[in-house]
């Protein structure tokens, strides 16, 4: 039988156990997400090769409007830098975050007290993080025109310079939608596999909006998705996927492989096809759009089991701030969107790409 004695050492001994153990998953949490990071300084072709996208959307507003409201000031802060330090500093679980941690940052640097430098000096995975999410979030925010409405204008719209969010949601404005966290579930048609993507289920014919702006790089049929649009970022950092489009109208007519789009352009109609390699079948059995993105920070990472797709629900959420209305051309049956875009990203990539071809002949569509 054990002492009284013994026993009280030997809880006491398990409680030092249990602190070692629990200090060393956190050490974990930190290194799983940078060890590919670390890993890749000792190869020729450094690139990251593993992110996982935690930040909540609270962090994404908070930071937001940090930016947002430091736009013109003496300092300007960078919500993807505050995001970054935030994720080195929870070892990218957002779960941890809390709002004072957020003002403490932004008051550090708009006081002058910190750089985000200082604040990161020593920081061993501020890098990664910054990075990684630099990846996501990179082409989000930043300077464009866009129409609004104004009564007093023969049109009825003025074109107005704005700085802010130039992404939107992929679900046109005023129509119902649902979704939960479904990313990394089963799936089983074809082989046993993880849903590597963001389901919105909705009616049949919703206009599809472009999340941010970029090229068409793939357009047709894939068994897997059915009609599906894949779009790529003019940084080529993210590819945008939409999938599971609508049955013999599934996306814009104009459309084609290397057509330039403007972020919440309509790029196609919700549906439910896909699950069969005869094209057009319509085998899904609830309608709904497939979403995903994929990181590419080396081409080698494109197709291949090196995919790098991220959890993009909280991401979703934040978007919802952003919509884009559309109208219905009774005519051609297509959707377009009401208040005209104009992204300087987009503007920079066709310059780039004349340039690029000098006097060949190419053709750059800019759909509309």
Known sequence: MLTKYKAKHIVMLELILLLIFSSALIKQGLDKEASMYTSMQDSEKAFIKWVSFDVSKKAMDRAYNYDIDTKDKEVHLNWIELLAYLGAKYGGDFSRYKEKHMEDIAEK??????????????????????????????????????????????????????????????????????????????????????????????????????????????????????????????????????????????????????????????????????????????????????????LIFDESQKESVNEIWIDCYDLVLFLYKNRCETVKDPETKEYHRVYQFLDPAAEEYIKHQIYKYDDEEIDIHIYD
Do not use: C
Not at 167 to 178: D, G, M
Not at 227 to 234: K, N, T, V
Not at 244 to 263: D, I
Not at 279 to 293: D, Q
């Open 109 to 294: 640097l708009t006081s002058k007290e910190e750089t985000i430098e200082s604040l990161t000096d020593g920081m061993k995975y501020y890098d990664y993080y910054y990075e990684a999410y630099s990846a996501v979030l990179g082409g989000m925010v930043g300077e464009y025109q866009i129409e609004v409405a104004d009564e007093s204008s023969p049109t009825g719209k003025r074109w107005e310079e704005k700085y802010g969010l130039k992404a939107f949601l992929p679900i046109a404005k005023f129509y119902p939608y649902s979704h939960y966290d479904d990313f990394g579930v089963s799936r089983s048609y074809g082989y046993k596999r993880r849903h590597l993507g963001h389901d919105m289920m909705g009616q049949v014919g919703t206009p599809i909006i472009a999340v941010e702006s970029g090229y068409v790089e793939a357009l047709g049929w894939n068994q897997y998705g059915g009609w599906r649009i894949g779009i790529r970022s003019f940084d080529k950092k993210r590819y945008y996927y939409y999938a599971h489009l609508r049955q013999n109208f599934p996306y814009n007519k104009s459309l084609e492989e290397g057509s330039v789009v403007q972020a919440g352009d309509v790029i196609g109609y919700l549906g439910r096809t896909g699950y069969s390699s005869k094209e057009n079948a319509n085998n899904i059995r609830t309608p709904h759009l497939h979403f995903g993105m994929q």
